[in-house]
């Protein structure tokens, strides 16, 4: 059989990883009992069913909500797989929360920061530098965030399996057996981790808004939200473009830099065990979809 090179993409769900491949995607949980399930679904891909937003820029977009619609199945699974049978979540709970997450995340990373740069229009200084003052303080506000969220216990467990998802999947790319002594060696950070995306979007975000000076108050919220897809098809190139020159050095390597350090605040080093589960989760997979090659 003829495997077809593709990427083997994937996120952290409640005590377990998701591993994601072109058809399929594999979720695999630490019960309460120690066991590790395995979950094999179809990967619900926009595309399938809309063509045309598998072209450049336009697959950023399909990419984002792709990953709304899959996380809440992977997150609701995981959720009732890892709790005790009288402590369930229910689909309509999942989809509320991680509708209010995604508004939080909107309200805090690009409307606080336009809010509170206001405050700096009356010392007329010159749009370009208000928009660049803004992206910093939009980049600071995400930094603290997640140093923030990152001391609670539970989210720092979340962290150690983001770390374990991204070690397996460096296994596999490089070649080698998916074993927990294999994983250890391996970095925790990805180049194509959300993380690293989700910094390119607001990087992106200061060149873009830049062009459209410094309106009212108003008008200024209501363009960032409206080139907020626009923003993230591009940032979602680049991602592309930037994972597969990690080592290329340049502007490249530039890039790439601040978003693997980044990806510290996100993940943590794992123990043995919740390698065993990302290891798990990826041969879920490829049982599934064994003709997946790693780029």
């Not at 399909?62 to 995981?78: K, Q, R, T, Y």
């Not at 065990?273 to 798990?280: G, H, N």
Request: aromatic share 8%.
């Amino acid at each position: 059989m003829t495997r077809r090179v593709v990427s083997v993409g994937g996120q952290a769900v409640m005590e377990g990883v998701m591993m994601r491949g072109r058809k399929q995607m594999a979720i695999a949980v630490r019960q309460p009992d120690g066991q590790v399930v395995v979950e094999v679904r179809p990967n619900w891909r926009l595309v399938n069913y809309l063509p045309f937003m598998g072209v450049p820029v336009l697959r950023g977009v399909a990419a984002f909500i792709e990953a709304l619609v899959v996380g809440i199945d992977a997150i609701l699974f995981s959720a009732n797989a890892s709790q005790p049978e009288d402590v369930q979540l229910g689909k309509g709970e999942a989809v509320l929360a991680t509708v209010l997450g995604l508004c939080l995340g909107v309200l805090l990373f690009m409307l606080l920061p336009t809010f509170i740069i206001q405050l700096l229009s009356p010392l007329g200084w010159a749009p370009i530098w208000l928009n660049l003052v803004e992206g910093l303080l939009r980049m600071t506000i995400f930094l603290c965030y997640m140093l923030a969220i990152g001391l609670l216990p539970d989210m720092r467990r979340f962290f150690q399996y983001h770390g374990a998802e991204h070690k397996a999947i460096h296994t596999f790319e490089a070649g080698e057996e998916l074993l927990v002594s294999n994983l250890r060696s391996k970095r925790p950070e990805h180049p194509r981790c959300g993380t690293a995306f989700l910094l390119l979007v607001m990087l992106v975000s200061i060149v873009t808004f830049s062009f459209f000076g410094w309106p009212n108050l108003w008008v200024r919220l209501l363009t960032r939200l409206l080139l907020l897809p626009v923003v993230a098809g591009v940032a979602y190139e680049l991602s592309r473009l930037a994972a597969r020159n990690a080592n290329a050095g340049g502007l490249l390597g530039i890039i790439m830099a601040p978003a693997l350090m980044l990806q510290r605040a996100t993940t943590r080093e794992p123990d043995d065990d919740q390698m065993e589960v990302a290891i798990l989760a990826l041969q879920g997979l490829l049982a599934a979809e064994p003709d997946l090659a790693p780029c």
